[in-house]
């Protein structure tokens, strides 16, 4: 729901895109390792290895 948005901004610009969603869960038996800003540490070091692998190069355009 939340990448709808950006969906139809890069198609409409033809640009490649990603969604990455970080997950907090602060229910029953939260410790320090459910916090929202180590879910977003984790979202965003996932991306920043994709990238250093090189995983969004050579993506096709969408047409």
Known sequence: MEGHGLYAAAADADV???VVKSIS???VDRDKYYE???AAANAA???TH???LGAFD???RRR
Request: charged residues 15%.
């Open 16 to 18: 490649p895109w990603i």
């Open 25 to 27: 869960d602060w229910g």
């Open 36 to 38: 929202p800003g180590t």
């Open 45 to 47: 070091d996932f991306v």
């Open 50 to 52: 994709a990238v250093a």
């Open 58 to 60: 050579d993506l096709p």
